[in-house]
């Protein structure tokens, strides 16, 4: 079964604080997003992967950088958290062009 | 830019009723279009896909039909179940350049039913 798993369904983290959401991937696929997902916005395209080592800007890439060491984990990082950081972030994964895998979110919370 | 725009909800529909989710779509060339769904405390999950012009996606009792003449993707179901409760997302997939395989995702409609 398709599986995408995230570190942390649930954090709290202080204004200026720098904080990682890991995201892991079972399947071999190329392809590594993250998005955040706020009421009203939808989802909003962050950052993407389609390689190791490989990424490139979503629509909203301030104030966050990825990394992706691996081909199976794929870090959002949040250098210096702000509290309109604050929202549920979603990874997903995919092999072919379309067909996107998701993992069950994290909910963060920027005090 | 490519764009995606749904109605917005909530949605509430008693159990057994006629479910309609309007979406339409701006985009460049030949999208593909997707319905996702969320359910509560989850993930989102593929629900179903339709790749060209007058194709019908279906998954679940869901149906959605490519309609490039209206720019269109409504999904619809004949009779709605209390399990049905969650959040659909309507989605358009196209090529960017660059390696780019992106989804466009709509603002998100809430649905629920009850018994």
């Known amino acids: 079964d398709v599986k995408v798993t995230q570190s942390s369904r649930y954090l709290v983290k202080r204004t200026g604080e720098k904080v990682f959401l890991e995201c892991v991937q079972d399947?071999?696929?190329?392809?590594m997003f993250w998005y955040r997902q706020d009421p009203g916005l939808g989802l909003r395209l962050i950052y993407f992967?389609?390689?190791?080592?490989?990424?490139e800007k979503g629509d909203i890439p301030e104030g966050y950088s990825v990394s992706r060491e691996k081909k199976e984990r794929f870090s959002l990082i949040l250098e210096s958290a702000s509290t309109n950081q604050t929202s549920m972030y979603l990874c997903a994964s995919s092999l072919e062009l379309y067909e996107q895998y998701f993992g069950p979110g994290t909910r963060l919370t920027v005090t | 830019g490519d764009s995606v725009t749904q109605m917005e909800g909530p949605v509430t529909l008693s159990e057994e009723a006629f479910l309609t989710i309007n979406c339409t779509y701006t985009?460049?060339?030949?999208?593909?279009l997707f319905w996702y769904v969320q359910y509560p405390g989850e993930g989102l999950q593929l629900l179903l896909k339709?790749?060209?012009?007058?194709d019908k996606g279906s998954n679940k009792g869901f149906e959605a039909t490519y309609r490039k003449e209206t720019t269109s993707f409504h999904l619809e179901k004949g009779s709605v179940q209390v399990s049905d409760s969650a959040v659909y997302f309507c989605a358009l997939h196209s090529y960017s350049g660059a390696g780019s395989y992106q989804l466009t995702f709509g603002k998100g409609t809430k649905l629920s039913v009850i018994p």
């Open positions: 992967s389609y390689d190791v080592k490989m990424k």
């Open positions: 985009a460049t060339g030949y999208p593909s």
């Open positions: 339709a790749t060209k012009a007058d």
């Open positions: 399947m071999d696929h190329e392809n």
